[in-house]
């Protein structure tokens, strides 16, 4: 159980709630760091005085210093701030709810530190999956997810010693917004369009990722990655009503699924107390009043992220980086309203043919896909 926590993008829709759960298990907030929010970081530092607050834009911690100088919070600002919340050695678990490739070295560096990794920045595991499970094992490090549909699979693979064992895992997916459309009809959505999801209330990043399926794919990624399945063991399937979060399907015919309220605190409550469970003020799911379960496979010819990321997993190396990357730079553009729906897959798989790939890559290797990967949509969008 977490007695501790450095909360990376505490300001983030994950962030939020993790304090929400914080404050209702009794955890202590060692650190608190987001990207640039002065006012809502300011009131999170003194409502849980944190030792350290971050903000990675220089000018916002400057603020925040000022602001806070009643306090004894310190302030820090960048790389080196997330670092030093990540090492703080007040708290034993950091929670990771920073969108993007950012998280990627704050994570390792906790890692090295033996830390419990509450897991909500999926893109670490989808960019560097292998140096962050080898490094995890390394070093005796638990890595607990905190997306619905990891939690789900951890949730059901409690008490499973063989991965053998494990047939297929089924990762469930809402559709979004736009199920149901042909590729037609998909093309003239817009950035509000996107923004409407019917089921989970989530930061803009991923309610667009939701939208286009490359969330699914992500996280078909995440879940090959975190369980160290291949690509044909680990399948999307449709379930409008985010009810069953997903399933683990065992040799023998048994599949086990995890079923609730859509509600992130719940994973997030459960990687904080894991091995244990804490009571929840939530209503629990009425199984009573709940509408049909209904399953379908997934479009991935509209929908053509959900493809490219199962292309770029089949590749490995660096292709899922440049898969990420180019997303991370496509949907930013997608949300400056710069570009149409469709042009998100599109540039993603330009970036996967110029993007020169490696195998087996070294962290630079990974940072240096990333960066090639978002110069590759720019010089296209301009
Ligand atoms: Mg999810």
């Not at 990624?221 to 369980?227: D, K, N, S, V």
């Amino acid at each position: 159980m977490t007695r501790s926590i450095a909360l990376l993008g505490s300001t983030g829709s994950i962030g939020r709630q993790t304090l929400e759960v914080a404050r209702e298990l009794g955890v202590e907030v060692a650190a608190l760091t987001a990207n640039r929010s002065v006012d809502l970081l300011e009131q999170q530092a003194r409502a849980f005085r944190p030792r350290l607050a971050v903000l990675c834009d220089a000018d916002a911690a400057n603020e925040l210093r000022r602001r806070l100088a009643d306090t004894d919070v310190e302030v820090m600002s960048g790389m080196d701030g997330l670092l030093a919340a990540a090492t703080m050695d007040e708290a034993d678990t950091l929670v990771t709810a920073v969108v993007g490739m950012i998280g990627l070295r704050p994570t390792l560096a906790a890692i090295e530190r033996k830390k419990r990794i509450a897991l909500a920045n999926k893109e670490t595991l989808v960019c560097a999956g292998e140096l962050v499970m080898d490094a995890a094992d390394r070093h005796g490090a638990e890595l607990i997810p905190v997306d619905s549909e990891h939690s789900a699979i951890f949730q059901c693979l409690q008490g499973c010693r063989d991965r053998g064992e494990i047939k297929r895992l089924l990762l469930t997916c809402s559709g979004g917004p736009f199920y149901g459309l042909s590729r037609g009809e998909l093309a003239g959505k817009t950035r509000a369009d996107a923004l409407r999801h019917p089921n989970w209330t989530m930061g803009a990043k991923i309610t667009v990722d939701s939208a286009t399926l490359m969330n699914k794919g992500l996280e078909l990624i995440e879940a090959m990655r975190l369980y160290r399945l291949p690509l044909a063991r680990v399948e999307a399937v449709i379930h409008r009503q985010s009810i069953v979060h997903s399933l683990v399907e065992f040799r023998d015919g048994a599949l086990l699924a995890q079923l609730g309220t859509p509600d992130m605190k719940l994973p997030i409550r459960y990687a904080l107390t894991y091995p244990n469970r804490a009571p929840s003020a939530e209503p629990p799911l009425d199984l009573l009043s709940c509408p049909p379960l209904t399953f379908a496979p997934p479009d991935e010819e509209a929908f053509r992220c959900l493809k490219l990321a199962k292309q770029a997993a089949a590749a490995g190396g660096t292709a899922c980086a440049v898969l990420n990357g180019a997303n991370e730079a496509a949907v930013g553009a997608f949300l400056a309203e710069r570009i149409g729906f469709l042009d998100v897959p599109a540039l993603v798989e330009r970036a996967l043919a110029e993007v020169a790939q490696v195998s087996n890559p070294t962290l630079s290797d990974i940072l240096e896909a990333d960066r090639l990967s978002r110069a590759s949509v720019e010089r296209h969008i301009s």
